[in-house]
């Protein structure tokens, strides 16, 4: 088990929310109209074609980027500011190369505040359950591409925060390694108990992981359908070769194609 302990996750609610850059006399409209609900203790996934906004949605929950328009309630509450109210896991691991993993995993925490040397005490415990026994002393460089997904994650999760953003954890992994961290993403995400939303290219990913899947439009982002996904749980890799399993996977490949068959702002 994961020895931080099991934290209650958090509801997140997005409801009609939008974006716009602008430059000059320029505008680009990139979301609009976006309603998300992920309820406590979740696991959602968001799969639309390239270019929609889905990243762009991960910053402004994170607060990295300010709406245009709509609101973000965490626990039926608007926070005054969302930076640090999720934790949010990049594209890339985005792991330091001057750092040792062990430094690496605990660096949101030291931002945080949190001194290094207790940093690393409640580190140290989950290595082993991470997949990175024996290997706190290692430099990035010198771990496979599984065990810096695993390294990300884990930084991810020492924050503790209640609801986490994963955004394509595993897109640059093979296909092997990419199946074995799904199935220990879930073993994982279980144990914490906090909301997950997840964004992700493969459709398969999505309907193994997710208690509901949202799919988007072209740019600019809207939702365009939201399938449930009412497989049972725990999920095993055998799973994916179920009947039911592959329907879900139908209807979604389908709904994607609908977006992508169109003209698109990507």
């Not at 949010?88 to 750092?99: E, G, T």
């Not at 997950?196 to 939702?223: K, N, Q, S, W």
């Amino acid at each position: 088990m994961v020895s931080a302990g099991r934290r209650p996750g958090a509801q997140v609610e997005v409801r009609g929310l939008g974006k716009t850059y602008v430059w000059g006399e320029q505008s680009l409209l990139t979301l609009e109209r976006v309603d998300l609900v992920a309820r406590a203790g979740e696991f959602v996934a968001l799969i639309g074609p390239s270019g929609c906004g889905k990243s762009t949605l991960f910053h402004i929950l994170a607060g990295l980027e300010a709406p245009s328009a709509g609101e973000i309630l965490i626990d039926g509450r608007a926070p005054e500011r969302r930076l640090g109210e999720f934790a949010f896991m990049p594209q890339r691991d985005a792991l330091l190369p001057w750092r040792r993993t062990l430094d690496n995993v605990t660096i949101g925490l030291e931002l945080a505040g949190v001194p290094r040397a207790r940093a690393r005490e409640r580190a140290r415990p989950l290595l082993e359950r991470f997949g990175l026994g024996g290997f706190e002393a290692a430099w990035p460089w010198q771990l496979s591409g599984g065990m810096r997904s695993r390294a990300a994650f884990l930084r991810t999760v020492l924050l503790g925060k209640p609801a986490m953003l994963l955004d394509e954890p595993f897109g640059a992994l093979d296909g092997i390694t990419r199946s074995e961290l799904q199935q220990w993403l879930l073993e994982v995400w279980t144990e914490v108990g906090s909301t997950v939303a997840l964004i992700t290219h493969d459709v398969a990913e999505a309907v193994f992981l997710a208690d509901r899947v949202y799919v988007m439009t072209p740019r600019p982002g809207a939702i365009a359908a939201v399938i449930e996904i009412d497989l049972p749980r725990p999920r095993t890799l055998a799973l994916a070769e179920s009947p039911q399993f592959g329907a879900h996977e139908a209807r979604l490949r389908e709904l994607l194609r609908a977006q992508t068959a169109g003209p698109s702002g990507a």
